[in-house]
């Protein structure tokens, strides 16, 4: 069956940085996109970065632009999320997905992992 396990979450302080990586199994891994997806606690579960099958395209959520970077490693069947200048309100379970498409919608994504916490202090 298809699993994606997400890894790398944690507690970091304000201006810092975590990288996160989902690994996946049990699906033609390079033809699908690759999303990450966030929820805070009270909130709905919003978009943050999506990565199109090759990698070669990218596309990410206003909040994050230019503090994260998505990645993908075809050959590993893995993705990653580097997070850079990290602030309070990027606190929330972070998600990995894979999809059909890499689009903001969490609608078309197929397979979810279980999600792993980030925790930025103030």
């Known amino acids: 069956q298809v699993q994606l396990v997400e890894f790398g979450g944690g507690l970091v302080q304000a201006g810092g940085s975590l990288r996160l990586s989902c690994a996946a199994s049990?699906?033609?891994?390079?033809?699908?996109?690759m999303g990450w997806f966030r929820q805070a606690p009270g909130k709905e579960r919003e978009f943050v970065a999506a990565a199109s099958w090759s990698g070669g395209s990218t596309f990410y959520a206003d909040s994050v632009k230019g503090r994260f970077t998505i990645s993908r490693d075809n050959a590993k069947n893995t993705v990653s999320l580097q997070m850079n200048s990290l602030k309070p309100e990027d606190t929330a379970v972070y998600y990995c997905?894979?999809?059909?498409?890499?689009?903001?919608?969490?609608?078309?994504?197929?397979?979810w992992g279980q999600g792993t916490q980030v925790t930025v202090s103030s």
């Open positions: 997905a894979a999809g059909r498409a890499a689009i903001t919608t969490p609608q078309a994504y197929d397979y």
């Open positions: 049990g699906l033609a891994f390079s033809r699908y996109a």
